[in-house]
């Protein structure tokens, strides 16, 4: 089992909808989560970060956390064309500070 | 935010050449960097941890000898590959926990092409 999953996608949504990124991890332990966004060709960008349970709101972005199930999730609501790109979702097991990352969502927002 | 600088951006070589690639941050220190390399429609994967002033630690299946990891100060850490190969064909990227808040910010990459 990896340690960080997503799926690959492509997810396809349409301009100005929700697009709904998940990501599932194995190590209980994991304390930090994050969202980068990396477009290609380009070294990732730090979109969200989270560490408590529950939601967190950043403009367009919300992140989601549920340690019981082990899942973190994003969404970008009003979805727009520049937000095309891969989702990296990165994990930090409790007491260090490396991370590791799945293996990204590639999303496509159409005109 | 926090920048992290790196350098070159891109790079080709000859088989057989070394190439060092740069990072530094420019507007905190870092104790602490860390190397990736990414091959195409991959993810990230961590190579090694660069430590100041001591031995970086490598990752399983990274080479030491191969690629060699300097943290000489608290604002610069450099990844040699030495003797690359086509099969080092990578991008490269550095990152840094910003100091206080721990949030990790990236170099801006390094596509290495080995000819």
């Known amino acids: 089992q990896k340690e960080v999953e997503q799926n690959s996608g492509p997810l396809s949504v349409p301009e100005g909808a929700i697009a709904s990124l998940n990501c599932t991890y194995s190590d209980r332990g994991s304390q930090s989560f994050f969202w980068y966004r990396q477009y290609s060709g380009k070294s990732p960008e730090l979109i969200m970060f989270?560490?408590?349970?529950g939601d967190k709101e950043d403009g367009r972005f919300t992140a989601q956390l549920n340690k019981a199930s082990q899942y973190v999730s994003l969404l970008i609501r009003d979805s727009q064309p520049s937000d095309s790109a891969t989702y990296l979702c990165?994990?930090?097991?409790?007491?260090?500070?490396?991370?590791?990352f799945g293996t990204g969502t590639q999303l496509k927002v159409e005109l | 935010g926090a920048v992290v600088s790196q350098h070159p951006s891109w790079v080709i070589c000859k088989s057989g050449t070394s190439v060092k690639i740069e990072c530094r941050s420019l507007d905190f220190q870092a104790t602490t960097m860390f190397w990736y390399r990414q091959f195409p429609k991959q993810s990230l994967m961590l190579m090694a941890t660069?430590?100041?002033?001591?031995?970086?630690?490598?990752e399983q299946g990274v080479e030491k000898d191969k690629f060699l990891i300097n943290h000489a100060s608290l604002t610069l850490s450099t990844l040699t590959v030495t003797s690359a190969h086509p099969e080092d064909s990578s991008f490269y990227i550095c990152s840094a926990p910003r100091t206080g808040d721990e949030k990790l910010f990236f170099g801006s990459g390094t596509q290495l092409s080995v000819l």
């Open positions: 990165a994990v930090i097991a409790g007491g260090g500070n490396k991370l590791t």
């Open positions: 660069s430590n100041e002033g001591s031995k970086a630690t490598y």
């Open positions: 989270i560490y408590s349970n």
